[in-house]
């Protein structure tokens, strides 16, 4: 399977510590994306990392890939209580995307 | 900033009854998709849509399941004969190639 498969399940912490997400996917990609969901809610993109690349930010967010490991972690940092919602990683292979089962943090006020 | 649109947000629909839904890609995109999301569970690709043909389809997309484009501007899955297990949310996406895709905010169907 390309799915992508986030670790940990359920991360609590909280607000102004840093938040960690890990994924793991077992095929070739072209690239990986990081998409956040709130609860009961659409999905918002949030940040995408092609293969070539190994590290990319976006304000708080910093993104690592490993195709070595084909593995990728999303940083959050500083947390908000506002950053609660879960968190999805997509690999994506020349426009097929599969999406792991996702992350779900709460940053606690 | 141009979105990806859905209707309707929220459609109630008997077992057995077909049911359609909607999306507006973005407008110079080139590429569609469908996802579900059953409640609590992961998003699960259905189908992708490029040059008014499905390009690939996963084992969830049945023969209950079609796409269409039956406009420049419209992009529309139907489910032919809904089950109890059809109830999820269902997002639209598009994009204009290998990139980034662009969600809608998603339909809720619940099958009663």
């Known amino acids: 399977s390309q799915q992508g498969e986030e670790d940990p399940q359920a991360l609590s912490i909280q607000e102004g510590e840093n938040a960690t997400m890990n994924c793991s996917y077992k095929?070739?990609?072209?690239?990986l994306q990081w998409y956040r969901q709130n609860s009961g809610r659409g999905l918002v993109h949030l940040i995408l990392?092609?293969?070539?690349?190994r590290e990319k930010h976006s304000g708080r967010l910093r993104v690592t890939l490993d195709t070595s490991k084909k593995s990728s972690s999303l940083l959050i940092t500083a947390s908000r209580a506002a950053d609660t919602a879960s968190y999805f990683c997509a690999t994506d292979n020349n426009n097929d995307m599969r999406f792991g089962a996702g992350t779900r943090l709460t940053v606690k006020p | 900033e141009p979105e990806v649109t859905q209707t309707p947000s929220h459609q109630v629909t008997q077992m057995g009854q077909e049911v359609i839904l909607r999306c507006v890609p973005i407008?110079?995109?080139?590429?569609f998709y469908w996802y579900r999301q059953i409640l609590g569970q992961k998003v699960e690709f259905l189908v992708s849509f490029y040059n008014n043909e499905i390009s690939e389809k996963s084992e969830i997309f049945d023969d209950q399941f079609s796409v269409e484009r039956p406009d420049g501007s419209n992009f529309t899955l139907k489910i032919r004969s809904t089950k109890l297990e059809d109830s999820a949310m269902y997002f639209c996406a598009s994009n204009q190639a290998a990139d980034t895709q662009y969600f809608g905010p998603g339909t809720r169907l619940t099958v009663l």
């Open positions: 407008s110079n995109h080139l590429y």
């Open positions: 095929t070739s990609i072209n690239n």
């Open positions: 990392i092609r293969s070539n690349e």
